[in-house]
């Protein structure tokens, strides 16, 4: 049986990351390469992950606030930790 073609989702500043590395991402999805790049681009990972961070700070403060007021959604099942 022969293989079958798929077209998958890659985040494309991931795909340009390892264009510039000189990277083949053949065979690879996100995932595969988002570790691959960073065990060999550790700085690269680094910044996204910042920038990631500095995005997304206002829903992690918001959140955190929530979870301040209310406590966790999860607290009525967490009856093992009374």
């Not at 079958?4 to 494309?12: F, K, Q, R, S, Y």
């Not at 990351?17 to 690879?28: E, P």
Request: avoid cysteine; charge should be negative.
């Amino acid at each position: 049986m022969g293989k079958a073609e798929l077209n998958i989702g890659i985040d494309p500043e991931l795909i340009e990351q390892a264009q510039r590395l000189g990277i083949s991402i053949a065979g690879m999805d996100e995932r595969a390469l988002r570790l691959h790049l960073q065990k060999v681009d550790s700085a690269g990972a680094q910044a996204r992950a910042k920038r990631w961070a500095e995005e997304n700070a206002e829903a992690i403060n918001e959140h955190n606030a929530f979870v301040a007021k209310h406590g966790l959604l999860s607290d009525d099942l967490r009856h093992w930790w009374l």
